[in-house]
């Protein structure tokens, strides 16, 4: 069922990134600590459905304003971990700061 409200179009983008392999799974070691990030319009994005939490500017102003509810990048973790569509890599628990670094300095700088 497709509504013209948005939330069907923005269903099928999730469903798209998702099946594109955007999902991405960091596995580190030997903490097994886990990081997900979902490849964006302008990079990758971190994600964190238990928080929730997404880095991606849809999620800053309109999630955290309270306009709405989710983005389509934690939906689309959701439609990519039910499905098993993510990437998984496995990195030392060194590289977690560097990728992390990585990723924010990406965030600060599409801002
Ligand atoms: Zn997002």
Redo the contacts with the bound molecule.
């Keep these: 069922m497709v509504d013209s409200s948005g939330e069907g179009r923005r269903g099928g983008k999730a469903v798209q990134l998702a099946e594109s392999g955007c999902v991405k799974k960091y596995v580190f070691s030997p903490s097994g600590r886990e990081l997900w990030t ?1 490849v ?1 319009s302008r990079g990758d ?1 971190l ?1 964190d459905d238990a928080l929730p939490y ?3 500017r ?2 800053h102003f309109r999630v955290i304003g309270g306009m709405d509810v989710t ?4 939906m689309a973790l959701t439609v990519a971990r039910a499905r098993g569509l993510y990437k998984e890599f496995k990195l030392s628990d060194e590289e977690y700061r560097q990728l992390l670094g990585f990723i924010l300095n990406d965030f600060s700088s599409s801002l």
């Design positions: 979902v964006g994005l994600v997404c880095s991606c849809h999620f983005c389509v990048h934690l």
